[in-house]
């Protein structure tokens, strides 16, 4: 017992180290991806700013998926659904009473997003025809070349390619990354890859879409004005 309190005041000391130190509480390889702590400051304004705007996007696209598989399936689809297995069996583990809103209220974004490519609702989820990627970074493209055929992007494949943009964005935005960094050849780091939506008619090289640090917040405002509702729009900027 003497020896472990003798532990204890020692990790205390250890502690105090600690808690004035910032590069330890914040570990020297997150701070090693910012310019300074200013930067760091700047990255959670922009987290704080655009999380009303991903919260919007995250709820709508969690209730259509839930609105156009009941059309599709029936009210009980989530109950069905095997990729919902594992989370219905863990809230079960819980005590939980399973309903229909539980399941849907715990579906993480990740999920929202397979199963709307799994049943190929991304012309239906969205409509963005008229969206230019060019927007969000100079060097994006709005077409795919498949079998040296320039074929522009339709709505479903432009939705694809913005859900995994989002995807993304929302992961790093709280898993606390630097949005603001760039890569060493000045490519903007929220990218993702695209190749088409049909198996038999893919392109061989991959087109890169990407949204620029200063482009991010342009990007999720044109997602939400694409779904047309001013309210929506409304709460999306606080």
């Not at 330890?24 to 922009?46: A, G, P």
């Not at 190749?195 to 090289?205: M, P, Q, S, V």
Request: charged content about 25%.
């Amino acid at each position: 017992m003497i020896i472990f309190q003798k532990i204890l005041r020692e990790i205390m000391q250890d502690l105090q180290h600690f808690k004035n130190d910032i590069t330890l509480i914040l570990s020297r390889e997150r701070l090693d991806t910012y310019d300074s702590l200013e930067q760091y400051k700047e990255n959670l304004k922009l987290i704080s700013f655009i999380t009303p705007k991903i919260s919007s996007l995250e709820i709508y696209l969690r209730n259509a998926l839930d609105y156009c598989l009941t059309q599709i399936k029936g009210s009980d689809w989530v109950f069905s659904e095997y990729s919902l297995t594992n989370l219905i069996n863990e809230q079960k583990e819980k005590k939980k009473e399973i309903t229909h809103s539980l399941i849907l209220s715990k579906m993480s974004l990740g999920a929202v997003i397979r199963l709307i490519f799994c049943y190929k609702l991304e012309g239906v989820i969205l409509d963005l025809k008229r969206i230019n990627f060019k927007s969000y970074y100079p060097n994006n493209k709005n077409a795919l070349f498949i079998n040296n055929k320039k074929n522009p992007l339709s709505s479903a494949s432009k939705v694809h390619i913005a859900l995994n943009l989002l995807w993304t964005i929302r992961n790093r935005a709280y898993h606390w990354e630097n949005l603001l960094k760039t890569k060493p050849n000045n490519r903007p780091r929220i990218t993702t890859y695209f190749t088409g939506l049909k198996d038999n008619d893919r392109a061989k090289i991959p087109m890169n879409i990407s949204v620029e640090p200063s482009k991010i917040v342009l990007f999720l405002d044109d997602l939400i004005k694409s779904i047309g509702n001013k309210d929506l729009e409304n709460l999306s900027s606080l």
